[in-house]
């Protein structure tokens, strides 16, 4: 599946002040866990769900319908990478497991390490968002996110958890780690929403 620009040319695929890389920088704050294993893994939903919480272990997510979403992504600090296939749980497949109350209108992703980062539940669901195992045919490296990371590719790319473990669910904006430092509520490339004075 492609749900990318492919009919635009390269340049129309670069917001203003990126520039591409063929390289897959590293980029995060804090430690790369270290899993010796994902017995003890899991990925919980809570917040504003009828069910409280829910939670998935490794075999519970990779047991849900895969697919490859290839994209373009676009880091805060300037690097773009163009055409990354990603494989994964799709958001939407997994939304269907969990009733959401009707007052959610944000998600906050929960890292490892308390890690956080807030949108809007529409920027999630769309079917371009992915929690991903792989990418390029790969598993992800421990740097990337292994072994599951968020990847919303139409925002920048600090949205996209890496080592992701929680989805709440919430009716209020709350900021996460980076927003509270500065950085823009949304982050769309395209309006350059890079700090949240823009
Ligand atoms: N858990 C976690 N996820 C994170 C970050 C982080 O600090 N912690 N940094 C974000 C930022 S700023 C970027 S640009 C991408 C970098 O992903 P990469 O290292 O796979 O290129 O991860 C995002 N996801
Ligand atoms: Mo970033």
Not at 22 to 36: A, E, I, K, M
Not at 41 to 66: T, Y
Not at 107 to 126: C, S
Request: charged share 25%.
């Amino acid at each position: 599946m492609y749900f990318g620009k492919q009919k635009r040319n390269t340049n129309d695929r670069i917001p203003p002040n990126q520039n591409v890389t063929t390289s897959f920088p590293v980029l995060h704050h804090g430690n790369v866990p270290n899993y010796r294993e994902l017995s003890s893994w899991n990925l919980k939903l809570f917040g504003e769900i009828k069910e409280k919480e829910i939670i998935f272990s490794f075999k519970d997510l990779m047991n849900l319908p895969q697919i490859d979403v290839q994209n373009d992504i676009h880091c805060v600090t300037g690097w773009s990478k163009l055409d990354n296939i990603w494989t994964g749980i799709s958001v939407r497949e997994l939304i269907k497991k969990v009733n959401l109350n009707k007052e959610v209108k944000f998600v906050i992703l929960h890292a490892e390490e308390g890690w956080t980062t807030n949108l809007p539940i529409e920027d999630f669901l769309k079917e371009t968002s992915v929690l991903a195992h792989s990418h390029n045919k790969k598993p992800l490296t421990p740097e990337h996110g292994y072994p599951i990371r968020a990847v919303v590719p139409h925002l920048y790319f600090w949205k996209s958890a890496k080592w992701l473990r929680g989805i709440e669910f919430t009716s209020q904006n709350e900021p996460g780690f980076w927003e509270r430092n500065g950085y823009h509520m949304y982050g769309d490339p395209w309006k350059e929403e890079r700090f949240s004075w823009d």
